[in-house]
């Protein structure tokens, strides 16, 4: 359950860009283990903008052997930080994602293995939540805030638990990042008991663009025995 909770979160890294009609924007992202540094997998990530507006994104996943073995489609029409999803891990079947359901909820979907009956369920958002790659807008959103260095308590919606759980993001620092200005962030879980299963999620972001660059911790990405890989992700445009 624990490393699942990250599942939903990781995926969320778009790159949200202040832009004009531009029609496409491209980049990737390489995946290295935290503590070997091996090279694990790349996203590659192409999003559709349309009068300036980002409009939907689409992730393929390809392992060190440039083989694709999953893909996300993710859609900000209806709402940019509640954006419907669907992750699909061709592998062994995984499926996970979320509907909007009117203005107040979202119905969540999983699914562990290709054999398995999908289970969903509605839940309710609240105030202050985020979904998937909702995040990245929800930062952006909140930036003047985070600057300032305040702390801010959200829900994140989790399709594999088909519930929602608080969390807070805060800046642990600005500072420079490969020659870049940028705002330094810490996510992590707000109960203390879970705390100790679910690791924070340290994320790096241009301070100009307000681009994500790095990303360090659960990845939403299962090794070979089902578990979620703890890896660094660089991002880059291409």
Do not use: C
Not at 31 to 58: C, M, P, R
Not at 76 to 94: A, H, M, S, T, V
Not at 132 to 139: C, E, K, L, S
Request: proline letters at 3%.
């Amino acid at each position: 359950m624990y490393n699942s909770i990250f599942v939903l979160i990781f995926l969320f890294l778009v790159f949200p860009l202040a832009s004009n009609d531009i029609g496409k924007i491209r980049f990737s992202g390489t995946a290295t283990d935290l503590e070997t540094g091996n090279l694990l997998y790349k996203d590659f990530h192409e999003e559709t903008w349309e009068n300036g507006k980002h409009v939907s994104s689409i992730i393929i996943y390809k392992d060190p052997e440039g083989k694709v073995f999953a893909k996300k489609k993710i859609n900000f029409l209806k709402n940019r930080i509640l954006p419907e999803f669907q992750l699909e891990d061709y592998r062994d079947g995984y499926l996970e994602g979320g509907v909007l359901q009117g203005a107040t909820s979202v119905k969540l979907f999983a699914r562990k293995k290709l054999e398995d009956i999908i289970q969903e369920k509605t839940v309710e958002t609240g105030n202050l939540s985020a979904l998937d790659g909702g995040f990245d807008y929800f930062v952006i959103d909140h930036w003047e805030e985070l600057l300032s260095g305040k702390k801010i308590n959200f829900h994140f919606l989790v399709p594999s638990e088909r519930d929602k759980f608080l969390f807070s993001v805060e800046k642990t620092k600005e500072g420079d990042y490969k020659g870049k200005p940028a705002l330094f962030l810490k996510l992590k879980i707000a109960s203390a008991i879970l705390s100790m299963f679910v690791k924070p999620i340290d994320l790096v972001y241009d301070i100009e663009s307000k681009r994500i660059m790095e990303y360090r911790g659960t990845s939403n990405i299962n090794d070979e025995n089902g578990k979620s890989y703890k890896v660094k992700i660089v991002y880059g445009l291409r």
